[in-house]
């Protein structure tokens, strides 16, 4: 406060005068409806996945076992083990077998010699890190199997605690013949188990002899009970985030280390014991049980359509084939998997589809040609992309084909496709939370004349193995620019998706929604994706704003010792969208700072804006915060009335927090 001291009173006005400091105008957003809005894209929000972190093998995908066919190890049956009976006299050993293969898919086989059963040989399989059970649930098994000897005695399937005291669930199968045959079983757990990953899966002998067993496989119950299909609760966290699209297969999953290593649709589909499986490129095996119909069903349960990319002829290891007639078996194999997807059932794929349980066609409006093919340092790129955008064009001349060499330029990346032949190019950002903050106008000034922008990937890397809340708020931040200038990105979608949280289930760190074999979790940043995708209006609103608080970059201390001067950016960041069917504002208000922050706001152009609203409040004490899968809602969304409304408004946006506000107004 200026004090004003005892001078004559000349020099005390003069003084009071002169040292007066000016008064700070307040922050002031404007939302200006009185100004023509473009369309908001549909599509702007949804999901991106691959095979990482274990996101289908241990994650999504239901398989409780893991190793179901004995290929992760070419030496031994990994996650796998020999349990011994009761008695000590039992004896036996177990080793891989190729000799008697079930099929081309199948080639190796578990051969269990038992020479002496005591009360019962036997292995086991825990899974990926544990396997779920709980109480009243009906678990759907099958393998298939082969003997020698045995006496015709039944073998035992069961669930059981790892240390082999607890029982939950218990079968009898026949004895196995000679030959290769599928076994069928259920194993039903009673009312009174408790929830628990302390679990394995135990096949039993009771006589000597000989046992084979390939493709052995134990599902929990599904979400809507898909044959095949995906994890309830992991599919309900999706559900929640209401996403337009899914692109699949997605990111470096599509092309593999090597040729051999490509997601190879074809070998995806049709039944589990005609699916080879591959190695994936983060250095764990896929079975392929999650194929191209799994991906399309799963966009069919949560009720949005598939981005389908396809293998563009460039591999990870940074081979490629050149545009021309070596290239051309696979702009075919993209064409024919296009027919698998849409053909009705008078075309050849379509009848296939129709053969493996979807006679209808899927919807599909989005094509991506290879995946972030700026790293081909050949430059072929451009011939490839033109190769396949031609075959695909001449077939299907309503889809939009989107080329992966998008940069930060906004015109197609180190090397663009064919002039005239660029319509989406697609665009990757990994930053922290301050490049995402300082970068969130980035669209604003983006070149309206040129394509469309698909932001394929995107993340803010803090936190482990989820983001935390200062992830959480870069990420918002970024959205509010996507938003803002939704009629340039049409699409985008978080990467990655999933991580299991074990020890050894992550590979790449910052991630989305987290599990381990019992439960999941939602990040603070999938909270914030969450509040964003579910209040998405169809009209963007214009907005400026004036005196808006900054903040200062923290540098580290080697930029600090470079004599790096830090920058200063805004800390409030905004987007709004209008329902026009509804008569809503959804406004988006991020505060990237630990202090609240008061805003006047201003509502142009409106004929009437109400006094009360709905809002929801994401906010953490510190931005270090995180949710866990031990405290797995720490941070969400807090749901509230809010009063005072109206053309001009004052209000306080908390510290750290992302903020939505439901704002009901009438058109002049």
Known sequence: MLRCLSFPITITAFLCFSLRLPAQSP?????????????????????????????????????????????DSAKTAAFWSLLPGGSTSAKATMSLDKEKPVGPALPVSLRVDVTEAGDGVGIANEGYWGMAVRPNTT??????????????????????????KT????????????????????????????????????????????????????????????????????????????PAFLRLPGGNYLEGNTFSQRWDWKKTIGPVEQRPGHLSPWHYRSTDGMGLLEFLGWCEDLHMEPVLAVFAGYVLNRDYIEAGPFLQPFVDDAVDEIEYVTGDVHTKWGARRAADGHPDPFPLHYIEIGNEDGFDASGSYEGRYAQFYDAIKAKYPQLHIISTVGGKDGLGGRFPAPAGRTEIVDEHYYRNAWQMEENAGQYDHYDRSGPKVFVGEWATREGDPTTNFNAAL?????????????????????????????PGGMQWRSDLIGYNALTSFGSPSYYAQQLFSTHLGDSIVRLSWENIPTQTQQLTAKDSAAGVQPKKIDALFFSATRDTKKGVIHLKVVNTQGVDQNMMIDVAGAGKVATAGVAWTLNADSPTETNTISEPTKIVPVKYGVRGLGKSFRWTFPAYSIMVMDIPFTAR
């Open 27 to 71: 922050a002031r957003l404007t939302l200006h409806l009185d100004q023509p809005g473009a369309a908001v894209s549909p599509g702007l929000y949804g999901l991106m996945t691959e095979e990482i972190n274990f996101s289908y093998e241990g994650g999504l995908y239901g398989e409780l076992i893991r190793n179901r066919s004995f290929k």
């Open 139 to 164: 678990y759907k098994g099958s393998l298939f199997a082969r003997g020698s000897g045995g006496s015709g005695q039944p073998l035992s399937v069961s669930l059981q605690s790892k240390d082999g």
């Open 167 to 242: 029982v939950f669930a218990s079968a009898e199968v026949a004895a196995p013949g000679t030959e290769w045959a599928p076994v069928h079983f259920s194993l039903v757990t009673g009312a009174g188990v408790q929830p628990t990953a302390d679990a394995r899966f135990v096949i039993r002998a009771r006589a000597a002899g000989s046992y084979w067993f390939s493709l052995v496989s134990l599902f929990p119950p599904t979400y809507k009970d898909r044959l095949n299909g995906n994890r309830p609760d992991i599919m309900q966290l999706l559900a929640d985030m209401k």
């Open 474 to 502: 870069g990420d918002a931040a970024w959205m509010t620019g996507m938003e803002r200038n939704s009629d340039l990105v049409i699409m985008s979608c978080y990467a990655p998706l999933f991580v299991n949280v074990n």
